[in-house]
């Protein structure tokens, strides 16, 4: 890599992370004001992406342990954004989907975090904002078979509630 796409590749990393703290990642709240911690609004983003995912699979998304992964969903489960659905097959296994609440929750989180971001991408016009989307699909698949990010995939980021 050279000297100057090195460079380039730390600043657009230094954008990102300023964007990202700024709007999504500074916003703990609803637009109720409810307080939704990082952590529990990442796994409510997963769960809702991949309905029926397994706490396994959320821990491995999340390089974090399963302990942790449980922990997290626990939180989640007792104030009813989420529920635990087990197998008729096989009791051991769990299915996590987002409760009627939970998906209440999740466009609200998910309006809340548009309505920070989205001024500050007023700034592009249609094309250069469809540009920018483009680039960062391309980027985002790329990451996907770079990444253990499963339910981040391309196909998913994209669903619409």
Excluded: C
């Amino acid at each position: 890599m050279s000297i100057n796409r090195k460079k380039l590749v730390e600043e657009v990393m230094e954008d990102v992370r300023y964007i990202w703290r700024r709007t999504l990642i500074s916003s703990q709240s609803d637009m109720s004001g409810a307080v939704i911690p990082r952590s529990q609004a990442i796994v409510m983003h997963i769960v809702n992406a991949n309905p029926g995912i397994s706490v396994k699979d959320v821990a491995t998304t999340l390089d974090i342990t399963p302990s942790a992964a449980t922990q997290l969903i626990d939180a989640l489960v007792k104030d009813g954004t989420v529920s635990r659905q087990t197998s008729d097959q096989d009791r051991r296994v769990v299915a996590l989907r987002l409760s009627k609440e939970g998906k209440i929750r999740h466009r609200k989180y998910k309006a809340f975090q548009l309505a920070r971001l989205q001024p500050i991408l007023d700034v592009l016009t249609d094309d250069e904002l469809t540009e920018l989307n483009r680039l960062q699909s391309k980027i985002h698949e790329s990451s996907t078979t770079h990444l253990s990010l499963r339910a981040f995939t391309p196909k998913t980021r994209v669903k619409q509630d």
